[in-house]
């Protein structure tokens, strides 16, 4: 049986930085071989210090390149302390619910934006969680085998700390990726280390063998 996913990210245009939109590539070319079933794309609000829309466009093109109809939706604006005060729910959060509560068989998440949307659904609908949700795959923060005092809270995180915080409470397998072992120091220029998922590569070790579609894809996502 296939694996059902719902794919959460930071998908921006202009974006923040490329990843995202690999990432995207990478969950709908699973989709496209039939390895996975992909339930939806929820993309992150804009935070306010970024000049940006949700890249809607670009699960538009993946869509069609893969000849797949997969729904997205755009989360919430607000921060989870507000939710906490709110009996109502926003698209962003519903949209996971009504995802798990549709879905014949549980559902996997995989976070490499904001924690925020999924930590609202979590806290409304912690039995559906338990029952539903397969996993979450949290790509967040900074991991290390060393306790380490203050520092500067990796850009997932920073978007909405409280959030991050909530999604280990969600009654659900939690399998923490952290993004790097060290963030933003002197010494880490964002290096590949034991304790990190962070890896890089040469784009033209991997952009010549793609198809002219999701080349152009890429391209699209690089000029604009």
């Not at 690999?22 to 496209?32: G, I, K, M, Q, R």
């Not at 306010?48 to 919430?76: C, E, T, W």
């Not at 290096?191 to 962070?198: D, K």
Request: aromatic share 12%.
């Amino acid at each position: 049986m296939k694996i059902s996913l719902l794919h959460q990210t930071d998908l921006f245009r202009p974006h923040n930085d490329p990843d995202d939109h690999f990432d995207l590539a990478c969950v709908y070319a699973l989709a496209y071989q039939n390895q996975i079933d992909l339930k939806g794309i929820l993309i992150d609000y804009p935070p306010v210090h970024k000049n940006g829309d949700p890249d809607m466009m670009s699960v538009g093109q993946m869509n069609f390149i893969s000849a797949l109809n997969v729904p997205f939706a755009v989360g919430s604006n607000q921060p989870m302390k507000f939710h906490s005060k709110e009996k109502s729910i926003e698209a962003g959060a519903q949209f996971v619910i009504d995802i798990l509560k549709i879905s014949k068989q549980p559902v996997a998440i995989t976070i490499v934006g904001s924690c925020r949307d999924i930590a609202i659904a979590g806290k409304k609908e912690p039995q559906l969680f338990a029952e539903k949700c397969a996993a979450i795959y949290l790509n967040a923060g900074t991991g290390s085998n060393e306790p380490i005092g203050e520092r500067e809270l990796e850009y997932n995180v920073g978007l909405d700390p409280a959030a991050f915080a909530a999604i280990f409470k969600i009654p659900c397998p939690i399998y923490w990726l952290p993004c790097f072992e060290e963030y933003l120091t002197p010494q880490s220029e964002l290096r590949t280390m034991e304790w990190g998922t962070y890896f890089k590569f040469k784009q033209d070790e991997i952009l010549p063998f793609l198809s002219e579609r999701v080349q152009k894809y890429f391209i699209f996502m690089f000029l604009c």
